[in-house]
């Protein structure tokens, strides 16, 4: 186990290197910086110091190595457009992109288990043709458009959510609700494929055949089998969500989180607080993958850890 765990840690320093040499390379060497971050009407003079300032008057391989240790220190500098630390502004932002993942998927989780489980019961059955039918469906509806339509109904005509912002627990319910629909949807989907694959093995049938309860078999062994590609599912959506996804369901509810902050630092064409978000998604994504490994082995403990 400790092996494994030094070796995830160094893979997953390597992904974070690259995704920051990558964003080195993209905001100091494809374009002019000091051109994008300053206005128009900026003197020539004011260009050189803002340069100066940022240290862009540099040879690029010094640029690089003071890039690498101030970031080995979370220090990615002041953001232009808010006047602070840009990591500062993302240890705020990020919490409340958790919140949100955490509510959204596991609303989706909850529900698709359950739903996955019986349509797979009677394939083919009424139970089941509903199921497909709404999970295909949820898949088909833009989510900005759902999001915007519950606005509408919810907010604007019953008057009984907000229509955006954060504060109350009322507040998450749309947003929520938005973003774990169409994970909603592909969840039952997977769930009744592996359940069904999982009924016909003849484990179950030979369990149901010396009487085990119905319970035992069906919501232990069966959905314990079929839980790998279940959990590899809902550890890709919670990655999506915070590597990005979540950015359309924050911009239309005006969610406070990291998502909604990134459109409005490439609004204000803010390169520091942008490159802050990028080197946190890329830590997220990193962590949940050793995460999920983690629980592959508590779900299979035959499966070996490589």
């Known amino acids: 186990m400790g092996r494994f ?12 290197l690259g995704v920051t ?5 993209v905001t100091r060497m494809v374009g002019d910086p000091v051109q994008v971050m300053l206005p128009l009407e900026s003197t020539p003079e004011q260009r050189a110091a803002f340069e100066k300032k940022l240290g862009l008057d540099r040879p690029i391989p010094i640029q690089f190595v003071e890039f690498m240790g101030n970031m080995a220190r979370l220090d990615f500098g002041d953001s232009l457009w808010q006047k602070r630390p840009a990591m500062e502004i993302v240890f705020e932002k990020l ?8 509510v959204g998927i596991g609303f989706a989780c909850v529900l698709a288990i359950p739903l996955g489980i019986i349509a797979a019961l009677r394939p083919g059955g009424v139970v089941d043709r509903v199921t497909v039918f709404g999970s295909l469906l949820g898949l088909s509806v833009p989510q900005f458009w759902l999001g915007l339509l519950f606005i509408v ?7 009984i959510l907000p229509t955006s912002g954060a504060g109350t627990p009322s507040h998450i319910l749309l947003p929520a609700l938005t973003m774990g629909l169409p994970t909603l949807a592909r969840l039952v ?10 009924l016909n093995r003849q484990y179950v049938k030979t369990s149901f055949a010396k009487g085990l309860p119905f319970v035992r078999v069906v919501g232990l062994h069966a959905l314990r089998n079929a839980g790998l ?3 590899t599912l809902v550890g890709w959506e919670v990655i999506r969500s915070l590597a990005g996804y979540s950015v359309v369901v ?5 969610w406070p989180g990291i998502g909604l902050t990134a459109i409005q630092a490439i609004e204000r064409e803010d390169l520091i607080l942008i490159q802050a978000i990028v080197f946190t998604a890329a830590v997220c994504v990193v962590v949940i993958n050793i995460a999920m490994d983690f629980i592959y082995k508590l779900i ?3 499966l070996k850890l490589t």
């Open 153 to 159: 109904v919810f907010a604007v005509q019953f008057k």
């Open 189 to 198: 989907m997977l769930v009744r494929s592996s359940m069904i694959d999982e």
């Open 229 to 231: 590609p279940i959990m």
């Open 95 to 102: 919490p409340m992109t958790i919140l949100l993942t955490a």
């Open 5 to 16: 765990i030094y070796r995830r840690l160094i893979h997953g320093l390597i992904v974070i």
């Open 21 to 25: 040499v990558i964003v080195f390379v």
């Open 300 to 302: 299979d403990p035959r």
């Open 250 to 254: 924050e911009t239309v509810f005006a």
